[in-house]
């Protein structure tokens, strides 16, 4: 099934320097959390409805690893690879976002909405 996809995930994969004051996410496992996401999904059998990508900056370096899922525009921080599957059965498979990985300023936007 061509896109677009059921689900959308976007891991950024993004690496600095060592001893850039940004930091990023390549340097916090960023490369293992999108092969952990990829490993899951292709154990799920949903490939074509489900993929998770690479990439770039999300500009959200303070929080990596960031990930954010599509459409809901979900964005996870400090996403770890103990986390994904966690991620992947409750808010891909439920529809239940993951709440206590969600990024602060998302969690405000999803208050007042
Ligand atoms: S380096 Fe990952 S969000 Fe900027």
């Not at 996809?5 to 950024?12: D, I, L, N």
């Not at 320097?17 to 293992?32: L, R, V, Y």
């Not at 954010?68 to 400090?78: D, H, K, N």
Request: glycine share 10%; proline share 8%; net charge positive.
């Amino acid at each position: 099934m061509p896109p677009p996809f059921q689900s959308h995930v976007f891991v950024c994969t993004n690496r600095r320097p060592d001893g850039n004051p940004k930091g990023c996410c390549a340097s916090k496992g960023a490369e293992e959390v999108r092969a952990a996401f990829k490993a899951e999904l292709d154990k799920r059998g949903v490939k074509g409805r489900m993929r998770a990508n690479a990439a770039g900056c999300l500009d959200t370096c303070s929080f990596g690893v960031s990930v954010v899922v599509y459409p809901e525009g979900t964005w996870y921080g400090g996403v770890k690879v103990e986390d994904v599957p966690e991620i992947v059965e409750e808010h891909l498979m439920q529809g239940r976002p993951v709440a206590r990985l969600v990024m602060p300023f998302a969690r405000k936007e999803k208050a007042e909405s």
